[in-house]
């Protein structure tokens, strides 16, 4: 039986192999169950960073190789969450766990620079929501706005932070408000939790616009069954019966809201009113796609797309609004079932004169069929694909978008291109490693301030060199000075010693972490420059002293560790062990040594005693646990038949 079991996970590993020739990790069958952890990280010798190992279960050379992926990982077994930034092929670009739990992160402008945005707090998230700030931070990791919402007690909520092209940012704010809560089924003096948008300057921090939900939307258009922890009683257990999670501006000024909790897309006036609703009980739009084009449930980042004007034949125009948005299909809370099984992408198509709506196209993985995540997710139109994120599920596919997409007709949309795993399916099942949203950005340039990190790793003859952030160096020099070449620089250049390194050895950037083999022929002081594809040096790093090696106390940390280590482990092994196997362990360990030092004494020292080893044998022959079994080492009464005639 045990060959066969090694033969058949032989056979899984050869299947399995890992894809190298395009410098990918995919793993096919191991990875998903959990073969290298429920949650695969990297671990690097120059930095402290353990970002995701990401697996890459589908992968077009000519089509995904271009590009970041951003992502802010979290869950019960996450232990690094924060925002990161990978490259196309899941090399760590940037990191940083400082901010904790993070939503919604992403790259926008404003003004014309880029800057990284998200929501963070200590508190993470509540009840399904957050009380917390939102970041802006500058192509050099630094901090360049910190936001809050307007009004006295509010708190920033995770689900929105959208900078706009009028220089404002749209968020979203959870407050509970008192509410007579008999139309679901809840108390007459019961607590809603009310949704508010608002709009703010970024540079001054003003409100510039402010919508509630409480105001303008009745309790009984929730498809949320009155179960759940949000019973409405107090203040913190608000029912949240809208449950705001995107909001987006059309191209004449008016807000689109999707409500998760209503299943349903708004479109709210600058003054305040609605102008129309989207699928859910309200849904005011005839369906032209027979019913696929309002029946999505539980939805997720509506966005507008774009507007159009077609005339027909008699010169008439028409205007269309297109919106994207993932549909999940799915949801942790008492509701009714979604007539999908999977989680999908959707471009729908409304004609807000005629009031009908068409489902333009659809967009899933086939390989995934019944792939549904129950919370969170995003869909990114980018011009030649479409990015879904599946938020409760930590995994990102990327699909092509179709030429004709301006079509009537609807389809099942693109093939797959790319598609991005955080942790293996068998934890993402469970939600124990999620990503609220997933982006792609085309472009990003990272500049950060702090230099270069370095490690010398002296026993293994090793100089490894990372540089968080940095998206321009293209190249690594390794430098190195004599002490003497030093000083002459130093007397030369009035203080400084940078003329006094000479280039020793030039690696191409390949990845987060480049290593470097050190050898005794080389100087005493190394350091690594960083070279961008001009030729000109960004950065260098701290000097090193090859001769230093690793600290002191370092070594003796590193004794100590496995010391305890290797005693814990003894203990362990001796407290499962019975009394018996104890008193066997320790016989047949001095037995060992006794063997040991007698074969030592005739090998090394010329002392070969026959009548030794036998003494050996016949001392520890008479101490063996088992003394005194019968045949086969079985006791006398163990021996005795078990019927008699």
């Given at each position: 039986?045990?060959?066969?079991?090694?033969?058949?996970?032989?056979?899984?590993?050869?299947?399995?192999?890992?894809?190298?020739?395009?410098?990918?990790?995919?793993s096919a069958y191991l990875y998903e169950?959990?073969?290298?952890?429920?949650?695969?990280?990297?671990?690097?010798?120059?930095?402290?960073?353990?970002?995701?190992?990401?697996?890459?279960a589908q992968w077009d050379e000519q089509?995904?190789?271009?590009?970041?992926?951003?992502?802010?990982?979290?869950?019960?077994?996450?232990?690094?969450?924060?925002?990161?930034?990978?490259?196309?092929?899941?090399?760590?670009?940037?990191?940083?766990?400082?901010?904790?739990?993070?939503?919604?992160?992403?790259?926008?402008?404003?003004?014309?620079?880029?800057?990284?945005?998200?929501?963070?707090?200590?508190?993470?998230?509540?009840?399904?929501?957050?009380?917390?700030?939102?970041?802006?931070?500058?192509?050099?990791?630094?901090?360049?706005?910190?936001?809050?919402?307007?009004?006295?007690?509010?708190?920033?909520?995770?689900?929105?932070?959208?900078?706009?092209?009028?220089?404002?940012?749209?968020?979203?704010?959870?407050?509970?408000?008192?509410?007579?809560?008999?139309?679901?089924?809840?108390?007459?003096?019961?607590?809603?939790?009310?949704?508010?948008?608002?709009?703010?300057?970024?540079?001054?921090?003003?409100?510039?616009?402010?919508?509630?939900?409480?105001?303008?939307?009745?309790?009984?258009?929730?498809?949320?069954?009155?179960?759940?922890?949000?019973?409405?009683?107090?203040?913190?257990?608000?029912?949240?019966?809208?449950?705001?999670?995107?909001?987006?501006?059309?191209?004449?000024?008016?807000?689109?809201?999707?409500?998760?909790?209503?299943?349903?897309?708004?479109?709210?006036?600058?003054?305040?009113?609605?102008?129309?609703?989207?699928?859910?009980?309200?849904?005011?739009?005839?369906?032209?796609?027979?019913?696929?084009?309002?029946?999505?449930?539980?939805?997720?980042?509506?966005?507008?797309?774009?507007?159009?004007?077609?005339?027909?034949?008699?010169?008439?125009?028409?205007?269309?609004?297109?919106?994207?948005?993932?549909?999940?299909?799915?949801?942790?809370?008492?509701?009714?079932?979604?007539?999908?099984?999977?989680?999908?992408?959707?471009?729908?198509?409304?004609?807000?004169?005629?009031?009908?709506?068409?489902?333009?196209?659809?967009?899933?993985?086939?390989?995934?069929?019944?792939?549904?995540?129950?919370?969170?997710?995003?869909?990114?139109?980018?011009?030649?694909?479409?990015?879904?994120?599946?938020?409760?599920?930590?995994?990102?596919?990327?699909?092509?978008?179709?030429?004709?997409?301006?079509?009537?007709?609807?389809?099942?949309?693109?093939?797959?291109?790319?598609?991005?795993?955080?942790?293996?399916?068998?934890?993402?099942?469970?939600?124990?490693?999620?990503?609220?949203?997933?982006?792609?950005?085309?472009?990003?340039?990272?500049?950060?301030?702090?230099?270069?990190?370095?490690?010398?790793?002296?026993?293994?003859?090793?100089?490894?060199?990372?540089?968080?952030?940095?998206?321009?160096?293209?190249?690594?020099?390794?430098?190195?000075?004599?002490?003497?070449?030093?000083?002459?620089?130093?007397?030369?250049?009035?203080?400084?010693?940078?003329?006094?390194?000479?280039?020793?050895?030039?690696?191409?950037?390949?990845?987060?972490?480049?290593?470097?083999?050190?050898?005794?022929?080389?100087?005493?002081?190394?350091?690594?420059?960083?070279?961008?594809?001009?030729?000109?040096?960004?950065?260098?790093?701290?000097?090193?002293?090859?001769?230093?090696?690793?600290?002191?106390?370092?070594?003796?940390?590193?004794?100590?560790?496995?010391?305890?280590?290797?005693?814990?482990?003894?203990?362990?092994?001796?407290?499962?062990?019975?009394?018996?196997?104890?008193?066997?362990?320790?016989?047949?360990?001095?037995?060992?040594?006794?063997?040991?030092?007698?074969?030592?004494?005739?090998?090394?020292?010329?002392?070969?005693?026959?009548?030794?080893?036998?003494?050996?044998?016949?001392?520890?022959?008479?101490?063996?646990?088992?003394?005194?079994?019968?045949?086969?080492?079985?006791?006398?009464?163990?021996?005795?038949?078990?019927?008699?005639?």
């Amino acid at each position: 039986m045990i060959p066969v079991l090694l033969w058949l996970l032989l056979t899984v590993v050869a299947f399995d192999a890992q894809v190298r020739a395009y410098d990918v990790f995919s793993s096919a069958y191991l990875y998903e169950f959990g073969w290298y952890g429920l949650y695969p990280t990297t671990r690097f010798k120059s930095s402290e960073l353990t970002p995701p190992r990401l697996n890459f279960a589908q992968w077009d050379e000519q089509r995904c190789s271009e590009g970041y992926y951003l992502v802010a990982q979290k869950g019960k077994i996450v232990s690094d969450p924060g925002p990161t930034i990978f490259d196309a092929r899941g090399e760590l670009v940037w990191a940083d766990h400082s901010y904790g739990v993070v939503f919604n992160f992403q790259m926008q402008s404003h003004r014309g620079r880029d800057y990284l945005t998200f929501w963070s707090s200590p508190e993470g998230s509540i009840h399904g929501y957050g009380r917390g700030t939102y970041y802006m931070l500058d192509s050099s990791y630094e901090l360049f706005r910190k936001l809050e919402p307007a009004g006295e007690g509010l708190r920033g909520d995770l689900h929105e932070f959208r900078l706009t092209d009028r220089g404002t940012a749209l968020i979203t704010v959870y407050n509970p408000v008192p509410a007579d809560l008999t139309p679901v089924g809840g108390p007459a003096e019961g607590w809603a939790l009310d949704c508010l948008v608002q709009e703010i300057d970024v540079d001054t921090g003003a409100l510039v616009f402010e919508w509630r939900a409480a105001a303008h939307v009745a309790l009984a258009d929730t498809v949320r069954a009155f179960a759940g922890e949000d019973d409405g009683t107090t203040p913190e257990t608000a029912f949240d019966f809208f449950h705001l999670n995107s909001v987006d501006v059309d191209g004449a000024g008016n807000y689109i809201l999707s409500a998760r909790h209503t299943s349903s897309i708004l479109c709210v006036s600058p003054r305040g009113d609605i102008l129309w609703t989207l699928g859910g009980k309200a849904n005011g739009f005839r369906d032209a796609s027979g019913g696929r084009a309002t029946d999505f449930m539980y939805q997720h980042d509506a966005r507008y797309y774009h507007q159009n004007q077609h005339h027909d034949g008699d010169g008439n125009a028409t205007h269309t609004l297109t919106l994207s948005l993932f549909d999940n299909a799915a949801a942790e809370r008492a509701g009714p079932a979604s007539p999908h099984d999977h989680s999908r992408g959707l471009l729908l198509r409304l004609d807000t004169e005629a009031m009908t709506a068409t489902l333009v196209r659809e967009y899933a993985d086939p390989a995934n069929p019944r792939r549904a995540a129950l919370s969170q997710g995003s869909m990114q139109v980018l011009d030649d694909r479409v990015v879904l994120g599946y938020g409760w599920l930590p995994f990102i596919t990327e699909l092509s978008t179709s030429s004709s997409s301006s079509s009537s007709d609807s389809d099942d949309g693109g093939h797959v291109l790319c598609a991005v795993e955080l942790a293996p399916w068998i934890s993402a099942r469970w939600g124990l490693v999620n990503n609220y949203r997933a982006f792609k950005a085309q472009r990003w340039v990272g500049t950060p301030t702090a230099p270069p990190d370095v490690h010398l790793d002296a026993g293994a003859g090793r100089v490894y060199v990372s540089w968080n952030g940095a998206t321009e160096v293209r190249r690594w020099v390794l430098q190195g000075a004599e002490w003497a070449d030093l000083l002459e620089s130093a007397s030369a250049t009035g203080g400084g010693a940078e003329a006094g390194f000479v280039d020793l050895e030039d690696v191409v950037k390949e990845s987060f972490e480049t290593a470097f083999a050190v050898g005794s022929h080389m100087p005493r002081y190394l350091r690594v420059a960083a070279v961008d594809g001009d030729g000109v040096v960004l950065a260098r790093s701290r000097i090193l002293d090859r001769r230093a090696g690793k600290p002191f106390w370092k070594r003796v940390r590193e004794v100590l560790v496995w010391g305890v280590g290797a005693v814990a482990f003894i203990l362990v092994v001796l407290a499962v062990l019975r009394r018996r196997g104890r008193r066997a362990l320790w016989e047949s360990s001095a037995r060992g040594l006794a063997f040991l030092a007698a074969g030592w004494d005739c090998a090394v020292r010329g002392l070969c005693d026959g009548d030794r080893l036998a003494a050996v044998e016949r001392r520890y022959a008479a101490l063996r646990w088992w003394k005194g079994k019968g045949r086969d080492g079985a006791a006398a009464h163990e021996m005795e038949p078990m019927y008699r005639d």
